[in-house]
């Protein structure tokens, strides 16, 4: 189960700000969902090892050759705010 | 040029190659079926013919894929008029091999649905009942081959998003291997499960375009492509295979799907292959581990959608904190955020042995009930969706009622391996999917035996005009 306050702190974690509404709904739409989840638990997973991928495939590499990159006017075309060739963004400190 | 209508991509194809039509006119013929669409299932059409039109008829892509300079959103608010720098590796395939792009298809925001309803723009109708969902999330992709606005189309395919929007509007879906095809330029969802898949009017025209999507790219790391070179299917018989049906006990399966699985079966018997029924004890629990898996995973993809580099920033802000929490808040729509909530709580301090680790346990535990099945049977077969299209609005209030439309089609991505779902018969005038899953790599003997089968069942389409 997740109450209010866990959801406002796992809103904070992960940059969202939830409307009252919202924040009413999701402490009993989340916890249905994680109560169907937690079923789960009813397989015996004893010494089970994980699996973090399907695929058979450790460290990729390619050789290191040097390439053109993105040209920056092309790379900031989508930002919302430029400045000096940049993406601008609030300062972290202002209030 | 109406013919074009009844015809698939690759006869169509074979009449460009023949110099019957030209390539060029096959061109001009679908964007206009694409303009005229009424059902929602575009959110761009190309607005003037390809410079060169190629020797393939042109293909609908999915929103969430990267295509250089056209509107790609993946459905969400956040994305509203992004147009990429790059296109993705399968779009660029396709265009090499000469399928342009026809147009953008309507899907879920980012992938997270199985009704087409969490579209930001917008839900699809079916093309059979109006009143109902196409499924999803590739919604748009699916109403429009089935409507005859598209000849082709690609999707995603994280949890069943191609292969249930496929039954529901019946045509054909086929999610591929995991790395069969490459992932670059697809915007991501739960990056351990999406694979790019084919939605087509019949198994040929999948197998035609799964040869043509498949292959190991630089770009993508975790792509390997497919050990042969799919052959167009021919097989007309089914003698010596063993099918292994699950899931028909099932309680949420409406009698009427089950009704159209089961003489199914029957036909594959017909055929000359041989059916058991089987059971596949964790794969009942896939929705479980699949619902802790794609949001942990969705919520780190989509913390990339802050309101720097692309997208919506909100205007609504004093300080970097705010501005990220209110463009968030005003990107994402309901579904997202209920998944970025499960998944960022699930991967959290304390939390993350209990869901994720566990989750993961999971699908090594149904990974094996498929490994044990495949020395059983050579196919483990199912109904691709527990029942016919809903109609619209019939579950938006019930997130959980709406995820357990993809019991049948989660086990296979969380697994790995491939599945096709073809159209199988109508229950209630609606379309009824059946899925046929092998092994990792077993593409060309699963379309073989969808052929067969797809030539003995004899689907007629919605009558499209």
């Known amino acids: ?95 | 040029m109406s013919e074009l209508l009844r015809l698939t991509a690759a006869q169509q194809a074979q009449l460009i190659a023949s110099g019957e039509v030209s390539s060029a006119e096959v061109s001009e013929f679908w964007r206009g079926r694409a303009a005229a669409d009424d059902l929602g299932s575009y959110l761009w059409v190309a607005d003037e013919a390809p410079a060169d039109p190629g020797a393939l008829p042109p293909v609908a892509v999915k929103d969430l894929f990267c295509v250089e300079g056209v509107p790609s959103s993946a459905g969400s608010r956040i994305l509203e008029g992004y147009r990429p720098v790059y296109t993705a590796t399968s779009v660029r395939n396709l265009e090499e091999a000469g399928a342009a792009v026809l147009g953008k298809t309507n899907q879920d925001e980012f992938a997270m649905g199985s009704s087409n309803e969490n579209s930001a723009f917008g839900p699809v109708r079916n093309p059979w009942d109006r009143t109902r969902v196409p499924g999803g999330s590739s919604g748009g992709s699916a109403a429009a081959v089935a409507a005859g606005t598209a000849p082709w189309a690609i999707g995603t395919d994280t949890g069943g998003s191609v292969r249930q929007p496929a039954s529901l509007c019946g045509i054909v879906g086929l999610k591929p291997t995991y790395g069969a095809v490459s992932r670059y330029g697809m915007i991501a969802f739960a990056s351990s499960l999406d694979q790019c898949s084919p939605l087509t009017r019949d198994v040929t025209d999948a197998a035609l375009m799964l040869r043509i999507l498949e292959g190991r790219d630089p770009c993508d790391s975790t792509s390997l492509g497919l050990p042969d070179q799919i052959e167009l299917p021919s097989a007309e018989r089914l003698d010596g295979l063993r099918f292994g049906a699950w899931g028909l006990a099932e309680e949420g399966l409406e009698p009427g799907v089950a009704a159209v699985v089961r003489a199914t079966l029957d036909r594959i018997e017909e055929l000359g292959g041989s059916v058991v029924e089987i059971d596949l004890p964790s794969a009942s629990r896939g929705i479980s581990a699949y619902y802790v898996i794609a949001p942990a995973e969705a919520s780190a993809n989509l913390a990339r959608y802050d309101g720097v580099r692309y997208g919506h920033r909100t205007e609504d802000f004093h300080d970097l904190l705010g501005m990220y929490e209110n463009t968030r808040a005003e990107g994402f729509g309901e579904e997202v955020k209920r998944r970025i909530m499960i998944g960022t709580y699930a991967l959290s301090s304390g939390y993350y042995e209990a869901y994720y680790g566990t989750a993961q346990k999971v699908r090594t535990k149904i990974a094996r009930d498929f490994a044990a099945a495949f020395e059983q049977v050579d196919f483990v077969v199912t109904p691709t969706s527990p029942t016919v299209a809903f109609e619209l609005g019939e579950r938006t209030a019930d997130p959980l009622a709406m995820y357990l439309s993809d019991y049948f089609t989660v086990p296979m991505p969380l697994a790995g391996i491939p599945a096709v779902s073809i159209p199988c018969g109508l229950s209630d005038g609606l379309p009824v999917g059946f899925q046929i899953a092998g092994p990792a790599f077993s593409e060309g003997r699963i379309l073989d035996a969808a052929y067969a089968l797809e030539r003995a069942i004899g689907f007629a389409g919605v009558p499209v005009t």
Request: with cysteine; aromatic share 2%.
């Open chain 1, 1 to 95: 189960m997740i109450d209010r306050d866990q959801v406002l702190h796992v809103a904070r974690l992960a940059r969202l700000r939830l409307t009252d509404e919202e924040l009413e709904r999701m402490p009993r739409e989340l916890s249905k969902i994680l109560e169907h989840v937690e079923k789960m638990d009813e397989l015996d997973l004893e010494g089970v090892e994980p699996t973090t991928h399907v695929v058979d495939l450790t460290n990729v590499l390619r050789d290191d050759v040097p390439r053109p990159c993105l040209p920056r006017e092309r790379a900031l075309a989508g930002a919302p705010d430029v400045a000096d060739g940049g993406f601008r963004v609030p300062s972290p400190g202002a209030s």
